[in-house]
């Protein structure tokens, strides 16, 4: 994961993403870097028509390439977690 201040407003990145439903189903996802609708002056992922902190405690990836490396190292088979 690069630092957060390497990201910019209107950035395609890619992070893990638990489905609510099934916290055992994880996937790579792509998310928004936008600026956080509470503060302007903070950057937010918006996934899934809703916003999330961009900070140090999310692992986000500058390509899908490196998510699914990721994913594959964590979860095992990188093809589950690939974005279709």
Do not use: C, W
């Not at 503060?39 to 916003?51: K, S």
């Not at 490196?66 to 979860?75: D, H, I, K, V, W």
């Amino acid at each position: 994961m690069n630092g957060n201040d390497s990201y910019r407003a209107g950035d395609i990145v890619y992070v893990f993403y638990r489905n609510p439903h099934t916290q055992d189903v994880a996937n790579v996802q792509s998310a928004a870097v936008v600026n956080s609708p509470e503060n302007p002056d903070e950057l937010a992922l918006f996934l899934y028509e809703d916003y999330y902190p961009l900070s140090s405690e999310v692992a986000v990836y500058p390509s899908e390439r490196e998510a699914n490396q990721a994913y594959n190292y964590y979860y095992g088979d990188s093809s589950k977690g690939r974005i279709e």
